[in-house]
Antibody, heavy 120, light 108 residues
Framework: EVQLVESGGGLVQAGGSLRLSCVGS????????MNWVRQAPGKGLEWVST????????HYADSVKGRFTISRDNSKNTAFLQVSSLRAEDTALYYCAKATHVSVALVDSWGRGTLVTVSS | EIVMTQSPATLSVSPGERATLSCRAS??????LAWYQQKRGQAPRLLIYGASTRATDIPARFSGSGSGTEFTLTISSLQSEDFAVYYC??????????FGQGTRVDIK
């Protein structure tokens, strides 16, 4: 069974930083792209970032480009999202999601999320 | 950026009735379209990909259709567990891989 467990969220002041982690199990971690998707309180889903299985290619939404960095350590079955220069509008539940072999952006398994709250 | 527009925002349906949800892309995404279901307090779940292929363990009452810019998710006979928010997302060639704003399916 695929499991994804996020951690690292918390309350941070505007301009601050956090490092979100996502540990995967139940699948060959390095064989799949990983995504981060966020959801502001009471709002819809927003794609944030994608990293390929090897870590060689990354993609970002314009809203986070230059402030967030996605990475992974396949030896530890872990994906990361470094979130910096945080703004109030970055307040959200951040989900880690495993991609399929169909597309790096088509996800078929999600974690429960980790909450990031940015105070102004 | 491809904009995904879902309609209606809210759909009120009685149990056992059919629900039809729409998703429109601002430019063609071919068949690179997925539907997700999100229940309150839960992570989303993949329902449909490739516009019409059901994901693993998804009941046959869920079906998807369309290609290019117009897509439909149909729930043939709503069950109590189907009342949720539904999102479409394109995964066409290049990012950003945007979601629609969601359709809430409520009990009538």
């Amino acid at each position: 069974e695929v499991q994804l467990v996020e951690s690292g969220g918390g309350l941070v002041q505007a301009g601050g930083s956090l490092r979100l982690s996502c540990v995967g199990s139940g699948f060959l971690f390095g064989g799949y792209a990983m995504n981060w998707v966020r959801q502001a309180p009471g709002k819809g889903l927003e794609w944030v970032s994608t990293i390929t299985g090897s870590g060689g290619t990354t993609h970002y939404a314009d809203s986070v480009k230059g402030r967030f960095t996605i990475s992974r350590d396949n030896s530890k079955n872990t994906a990361f999202l470094q979130v910096s220069s945080l703004r109030a509008e970055d307040t959200a539940l951040y989900y880690c999601a495993k991609a399929t072999h169909v597309s790096v952006a088509l996800v078929d398994s999600w974690g429960r999320g980790t909450l990031v709250t940015v105070s102004s | 950026e491809i904009v995904m527009t879902q309609s209606p925002a809210t759909l009120s349906v009685s149990p056992g009735e059919r629900a039809t949800l729409s998703c429109r892309a601002s430019q063609s995404v071919s068949s690179n379209l997925a539907w997700y279901q999100q229940k309150r307090g839960q992570a989303p779940r993949l329902l449909i990909y490739g516009a019409s292929t059901r994901a693993t363990d998804i009941p046959a009452r869920f079906s998807g259709s369309g290609s290019g810019t117009e897509f439909t998710l149909t729930i043939s006979s709503l069950q109590s567990e189907d009342f949720a928010v539904y999102y479409c997302q394109h995964y066409n060639n290049w990012p950003p891989w945007t979601f629609g704003q969601g359709t809430r399916v409520d009990i009538k």
